[in-house]
């Protein structure tokens, strides 16, 4: 679920929209947290990228309010609001093509 939330993050950005990046980067830090695990280390690398392009864009302080809001937030509540797939743009995806979500 975490890896999911944290591929979700990647196309938001992608997608230009840092805010909901922040907020399924949070969720999927929260998770990992309550869970005990962590992500794999060749995923590392794209999601540090992912936070820092996110907080270039938002700026640190908008950055940090997204996150902890996120963090307050029950998941229930954060699953309820994912955007559907078209306003993601994952809708313009290939038929054929599969996302890499990691776990």
Do not use: C, H, Y
């Not at 990046?21 to 794209?46: C, H, N, W, Y």
């Not at 990228?49 to 907080?55: E, G, K, P, V």
């Not at 997204?66 to 509540?77: G, K």
Request: glycine share 6%.
């Amino acid at each position: 679920m975490a890896g999911a939330l944290e591929g979700l993050a990647q196309v938001a950005l992608q997608e230009g929209n840092a805010t909901e990046a922040v907020k399924f980067m949070s969720e999927a830090a929260a998770l990992r947290a309550q869970m005990g695990t962590r992500v794999r280390p060749i995923d590392m690398p794209s999601l540090e990228q992912t936070l820092a392009i996110a907080r270039n864009l938002l700026g640190e302080d908008a950055f940090a309010r997204f996150w902890s809001e996120a963090q307050a937030e029950p998941i229930e509540q954060l699953l309820s609001t994912i955007p559907n797939a078209v306003s993601l743009g994952i809708a313009s995806w290939p038929r054929n093509a599969t996302p890499m979500l990691s776990n």
